[in-house]
């Protein structure tokens, strides 16, 4: 593995640490064997950082299996109707031409979460990442049926027996019930949840649902039973380009091999030369990713905390101040903490977000309810009739984009006087669309050229939502 990070100059192992100011502008590379080809057995940890992660972790699953239960306005609130193409979202419904709209939620996201970055590191990968968040419970599920790591790894070893058969068979059914529960829950974004859930478990879900069900499942039950770290370390882009957005400022989780080294075991109370570090390799066995954060800043670390809470466990039991490991940046490692807000990088990233925020405001605000399509007849230009009339046929394409049924009054407007043959009020359901035939006439004698631009317009009625298009009346002048 190799260590390249410029924040590695404050965190790196004890013996650069001692041989190289730590405010150096050049970059230390580093050379460390890889702990994490084999298999990790995590051992869990109890802790301040773990109870924020747990608790955070746990609301994003509970969000994630709720939300599709949540209705608004009699209708599911957040739906990817992919049938329909609609995306509903408490109300609101996002056509594919309004997807835009979505593109400059991502991009914004994107923004957000550069600007978290910048000030914490990788926090999103330790306390909101899915990936993360499943693996844990996974973990959770593994440790309740098989027990701790040190018994993991014994498990692990001993040979086939019918104890271990069956904590296997129980964990993975666990993690398969578990998995399939997530394939419902993903699926049911795109599936009306409640019909979902039910066809599911009377055994009546069509062939493509059960199957794109099942295919989340599978990829659940890899990806947090097996894969875990894995895909961290070698799936993830956002692990790759992090480091662009670290400045001297970003907080990350960091040994402070200033006091802690020369590391070395000892007993409690014991004088001694060494520094606080009592080498018990807990800030190790704790690590999801199984690096020594000792070796300095790694692109594997995904800055959970849990190395910070095992070592302040640590070093509460052996009388010592906490936080040789913490979260810290390379500034405050060096007593030249800035306030964040100097930093041009969370500035500008701030900035970039609250410019995508007002132009999603603005993009919302604009957008209208109604959408508006007229399209000419292509057989006929005009027809004349025995009362000196020229008539021209439109179909107009009319979408309710809301989730109620809506009355429309349709307008024509030029510069003549038009006539709108027929009905002029219409209802359309919700999220319909109405392909509408239309004849519009006009007095011979009153039109002066061949071409007329015309105009029309559909509005809501008790509303102020319209919408207007031109398009041309002919006439045989
Ligand atoms: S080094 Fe510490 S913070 Fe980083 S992943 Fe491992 S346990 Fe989590
Ligand atoms: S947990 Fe703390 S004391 Fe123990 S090995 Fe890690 S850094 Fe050293």
Same mark, same amino acid.
Request: include cysteine; charged fraction near 20%; aromatic fraction near 12%.
């Given at each position: 593995?190799?260590?390249? +990070?410029?924040?590695?100059?404050?965190?790196? +192992?004890? +013996?650069?640490?001692?041989?190289?100011?730590?405010?150096?502008?050049?970059?230390?590379?580093? /050379?460390?064997?890889?702990?994490?080809?084999?298999?990790?057995?995590?051992?869990?940890?109890?802790?301040?950082?773990?109870?924020?992660?747990?608790?955070?972790?746990?609301?994003?699953?509970?969000?994630?299996?709720?939300?599709?239960?949540?209705?608004?306005?009699?209708?599911?609130?957040?739906?990817?109707?992919?049938?329909?193409?609609?995306?509903?979202?408490?109300?609101?419904?996002?056509?594919? /031409?309004?997807?835009?709209?979505?593109?400059?939620?991502?991009?914004?996201?994107?923004?957000?979460?550069?600007?978290?970055?910048? &000030?914490?590191?990788?926090? !999103?990968?330790?306390?909101?990442?899915?990936?993360?968040?499943?693996?844990?419970?996974?973990?959770?599920?593994?440790?309740?049926?098989?027990?701790?790591?040190?018994?993991?790894?014994?498990?692990?070893?001993?040979?086939?027996?019918?104890?271990?058969?069956?904590?296997?068979?129980?964990?993975?059914?666990? !993690?398969?019930?578990?998995?399939?529960?997530?394939?419902?829950?993903?699926?049911?974004?795109?599936?009306?949840?409640?019909?979902?859930?039910?066809?599911?478990?009377?055994?009546?879900?069509? &062939?493509?649902?059960?199957? !794109?069900?099942?295919?989340?499942?599978?990829?659940?039950?890899?990806?947090?039973?097996?894969?875990?770290?894995?895909?961290?370390?070698?799936?993830?882009?956002?692990?790759?380009?992090?480091?662009?957005?670290?400045?001297?400022?970003?907080?990350?989780?960091?040994?402070?091999?200033?006091?802690?080294?020369?590391?070395?075991?000892?007993?409690?109370?014991?004088?001694?030369?060494?520094?606080?570090?009592?080498?018990?390799?807990?800030?190790?066995?704790?690590?999801?990713?199984?690096?020594?954060?000792?070796?300095?800043?790694?692109?594997?670390?995904? +800055?959970?905390?849990?190395?910070?809470?095992?070592?302040?466990?640590?070093?509460?039991?052996?009388?010592?101040?906490?936080?040789?490991?913490?979260?810290?940046?390379?500034?405050?490692?060096?007593?030249?903490?800035?306030?964040?807000?100097?930093?041009?990088?969370?500035?500008?990233?701030?900035?970039?977000?609250?410019?995508?925020?007002?132009?999603?405001?603005?993009?919302?605000?604009?957008?209208?309810?109604?959408?508006?399509?007229?399209?000419?007849?292509?057989?006929?230009?005009?027809?004349?009739?025995?009362?000196?009339?020229?008539?021209?046929?439109?179909?107009?394409?009319?979408?309710?984009?809301?989730?109620?049924?809506?009355?429309?009054?349709?307008?024509?407007?030029?510069?003549?006087?038009?006539?709108?043959?027929?009905?002029?009020?219409?209802?359309?359901?919700?999220?319909?669309?109405?392909?509408?035939?239309?004849?519009?006439?006009?007095?011979?004698?009153?039109?002066?050229?061949?071409?007329?631009?015309?105009?029309?317009?559909?509005?809501?009625?008790?509303?102020?939502?319209?919408?207007?298009?031109?398009?041309?009346?002919?006439?045989?002048?």
């Amino acid at each position: 593995m190799l260590n390249s +990070n410029s924040n590695s100059s404050a965190v790196e +192992n004890s +013996n650069v640490a001692k041989s190289r100011p730590l405010t150096s502008q050049r970059i230390p590379i580093k /050379q460390i064997d890889s702990q994490t080809s084999g298999k990790i057995h995590i051992r869990q940890q109890k802790g301040y950082f773990q109870r924020i992660r747990t608790g955070m972790n746990s609301l994003l699953v509970a969000l994630f299996f709720l939300l599709p239960f949540i209705s608004y306005q009699g209708r599911q609130a957040i739906l990817f109707n992919i049938s329909e193409q609609q995306f509903i979202f408490f109300g609101t419904t996002l056509w594919p /031409q309004d997807f835009t709209i979505l593109a400059w939620i991502f991009i914004a996201a994107a923004f957000l979460l550069f600007f978290a970055t910048v &000030f914490w590191g990788r926090v !999103w990968c330790g306390y909101l990442c899915p990936q993360t968040a499943w693996t844990f419970m996974f973990v959770w599920i593994e440790e309740r049926i098989e027990g701790s790591s040190n018994k993991r790894l014994a498990l692990d070893k001993a040979p086939m027996s019918l104890k271990k058969a069956s904590k296997r068979i129980s964990k993975h059914l666990a !993690w398969g019930a578990i998995a399939l529960l997530t394939g419902c829950g993903f699926i049911a974004y795109f599936i009306p949840a409640r019909e979902l859930y039910l066809d599911i478990l009377t055994f009546e879900a069509s &062939f493509w649902i059960a199957t !794109w069900v099942w295919f989340f499942a599978i990829c659940t039950y890899l990806n947090a039973g097996w894969m875990r770290e894995q895909m961290c370390l070698h799936c993830c882009p956002y692990a790759r380009f992090q480091s662009v957005m670290f400045d001297a400022n970003t907080k990350t989780v960091t040994y402070d091999a200033s006091r802690g080294e020369s590391r070395g075991p000892r007993k409690r109370k014991q004088e001694t030369d060494l520094g606080d570090c009592v080498d018990c390799n807990l800030c190790v066995d704790v690590c999801p990713t199984g690096i020594d954060i000792r070796n300095g800043l790694q692109y594997e670390c995904i +800055n959970c905390g849990a190395c910070v809470d095992a070592c302040n466990q640590t070093m509460e039991k052996f009388g010592y101040k906490t936080n040789l490991i913490s979260y810290a940046s390379e500034n405050e490692l060096v007593d030249k903490a800035v306030p964040f807000y100097e930093s041009y990088k969370f500035l500008g990233y701030g900035i970039a977000a609250l410019i995508m925020l007002a132009v999603i405001g603005f993009d919302i605000s604009s957008r209208s309810a109604i959408e508006l399509n007229v399209i000419r007849d292509r057989q006929t230009l005009y027809r004349e009739t025995l009362t000196d009339a020229i008539e021209n046929s439109f179909t107009l394409k009319i979408r309710n984009k809301t989730q109620q049924a809506r009355h429309y009054q349709i307008y024509v407007s030029g510069n003549n006087s038009y006539q709108l043959a027929g009905k002029s009020r219409v209802l359309i359901e919700a999220g319909e669309q109405l392909d509408y035939p239309v004849t519009v006439s006009a007095d011979l004698n009153a039109l002066d050229k061949s071409r007329n631009e015309i105009t029309f317009v559909v509005a809501e009625q008790h509303s102020h939502s319209q919408v207007a298009q031109n398009s041309s009346f002919f006439s045989p002048i």
